[in-house]
């Protein structure tokens, strides 16, 4: 047996023997309703509206565990004392078993019984509660059979907060990067975070009012305000700087590109309220999510690499709440290709299986969106870019700078697959021979569907037709690049990068801006009846 298989078969055995244990804990935890515990949280997450577990004065047999009411021995109906947050945990005074349902009597102030687990193992068809001394030991990630019932989005899961016994917090963290991985094991490892879902944020303009209820997280379960204060992480997004991290108390505003908006909010406020408490600052550790799982919940780089490849195929195909690629605007197929390739960077430093790099390329091919969303089937519409790259405008010939532009699309296979014709929005003009050429004129949006709406290669429409286009005022700047990347700068010569074309010394080359093509050199005249008299 060569040393290379030796060394396979001893991780499977480590694999299989991890299984068992995984196996052993959930039997016990169903099996016996002897045990009990310090703590136990309640992991039951329900639906929009109802993440709440009720809190009942008795036991009571039950049938459906998702048909209310419940009725009592003497045929009474059951009525609710109380509920638990998503989250929360409590002390178990002591359990009964009553049909199917593990009944566990809470103790302290919210005494009562909750429904701990539904059905008898080895299949549970529901658990809304988890004995943490249980899984104290355990290493790598949750096994599904752990939240039976359970329906954790792998987008869009939702939470407020939690408490936990752990000495660290996670103070803030991505929504994008494996936020639904990093919530089961702090449920499952007594981890606390503070940090509110990404998409549960209203924006800047009533960020006082959303900050309030962030501080309040910070100060119950990151504990900012206490004697001994919890070491605060916060979990950064798949970017290209993954090699960087962790790293302790860095300056917000460079990790500004490795955190999502409501992130950078967060940790803007966690920065002046360390100040503000005499914290350190540099006590707060940013990580990837890779590393945080490797470091507290004990995942292996096997582990990862099979999260990863499962992201990739699911960020691909749709599935586990998202859409599939192909049915995301440019602007979504931009950041999601960009999230997936540094997820499998970090995962694979040495390169990723075959039927992933695949998968990646395809994603790489399809970043722009040459059919907008919002369009019937076969309305005509046209499509919009400003090129990555730049060049003089020394030439009085407009082909010049439609040969550009034509080159520029010919880089993306996409562009190339549509069998369309390509110019550049620009007004040309020489003196010696009165050769004039309009910049409506040249992009053909004068003389030929004048209704159809222009489109960036995101999905998002710049203009609703000739008029729109022409008239003033964008519906949105046009700054996306061939690729479908979003560029800072918009393209074209002169200083500010902000033209499409520039003006030569004798002749004309006239130009708009990315965010208002009825400007330019010769104010509206490169647009329309462009001649010697009105711009000698």
């Not at 539904?118 to 030991?137: E, F, M, Q, S």
């Not at 100040?275 to 004990?298: I, Y």
């Amino acid at each position: 047996m060569t040393e290379e298989l030796k060394a396979e078969l001893q991780e499977l055995k480590a694999e299989n023997e991890k299984l068992r244990g995984q196996i052993k804990t959930l039997t016990q935890q169903i099996a016996d309703p002897n045990v009990t515990s310090d703590l136990w949280r309640n992991i039951h997450y329900g639906t929009a509206g109802h993440r709440r577990l009720q809190v009942y004065p008795e036991p009571a047999a039950i049938e459906d565990p998702h048909g209310a009411p419940l009725v009592t021995s003497d045929g009474q109906v059951l009525k609710e004392s109380g509920s638990l947050e998503f989250g929360d945990c409590f002390e178990v005074q002591s359990q009964t078993q009553v049909g199917d349902v593990l009944w566990l009597q809470i103790r302290g102030k919210k005494n009562g019984w909750v429904m701990g687990t539904v059905g008898r193992a080895p299949d549970p068809v529901l658990i809304n509660c988890i004995n943490l001394t249980l899984w104290k030991t355990h290493e790598g990630p949750i096994p599904p059979a752990a939240f039976e019932g359970q329906d954790f989005p792998a987008m869009g899961m939702y939470t407020a907060g939690y408490p936990g016994r752990s000495e660290i917090c996670v103070a803030s963290a991505s929504g994008s990067a494996f936020w639904r991985e990093l919530n089961i094991a702090m449920l499952f490892a007594d981890i606390g975070t503070s940090t509110v879902f990404e998409q549960a944020w209203g924006g800047s303009e009533n960020f006082q009012d959303w900050v309030a209820y962030y501080a309040s997280n910070c100060e119950a379960y990151g504990k900012l305000r206490s004697e001994h204060p919890k070491h605060l992480v916060v979990v950064v997004n798949h970017t290209e700087n993954w090699k960087k991290y962790p790293v302790r108390g860095p300056d917000v505003e460079q990790a500004k590109v490795d955190i999502g908006r409501a992130q950078y909010h967060e940790c803007i406020w966690l920065r002046d309220m360390h100040k503000r408490l005499g914290l350190k600052w540099e006590s707060v550790t940013f990580t990837t999510a890779f590393k945080f799982l490797q470091e507290h919940a004990k995942w292996t780089r096997r582990d990862f690499q099979e999260a990863a490849i499962k992201r990739v195929k699911s960020d691909f195909e749709g599935g586990d709440g998202k859409k599939a690629f192909e049915k995301l605007t440019g602007m979504e197929r931009t950041y999601v290709q960009k999230c997936a390739r540094w997820c499998i960077e970090e995962a694979f430093p040495d390169g990723p299986p075959a039927e992933t790099q695949d998968l990646l390329e395809k994603m790489e091919g399809m970043k722009v969106a040459i059919v907008p969303p919002d369009l019937d089937p076969g309305a005509h519409y046209r499509l919009v870019f400003v090129t990555s790259t730049s060049r003089d405008a020394t030439a009085t010939d407009i082909g010049t700078y439609n040969a550009f532009a034509v080159a520029a699309a010919a880089t993306n296979p996409e562009l190339t697959s549509l069998s369309t014709t390509w110019t550049c929005i620009g007004s040309a003009g020489n003196r010696t021979t009165s050769a004039y050429v309009n910049a409506n004129q040249n992009t053909l949006t004068r003389t030929s569907d004048q209704d159809a709406p222009i489109y960036r290669l995101d999905g998002v429409r710049v203009a609703d037709g000739n008029t729109h286009l022409w008239g003033g005022s964008l519906a949105h700047p046009i700054s996306i690049d061939e690729n479908g990347d979003a560029l800072s700068t918009k393209g074209g010569p002169g200083p500010s990068r902000d033209w499409f074309l520039g003006d030569t010394a004798g002749d004309w080359v006239y130009y708009g801006l990315s965010t208002c093509t009825g400007s330019g050199k010769g104010g509206s005249a490169w647009v329309d009846n462009l001649d010697q008299t009105k711009n000698s």
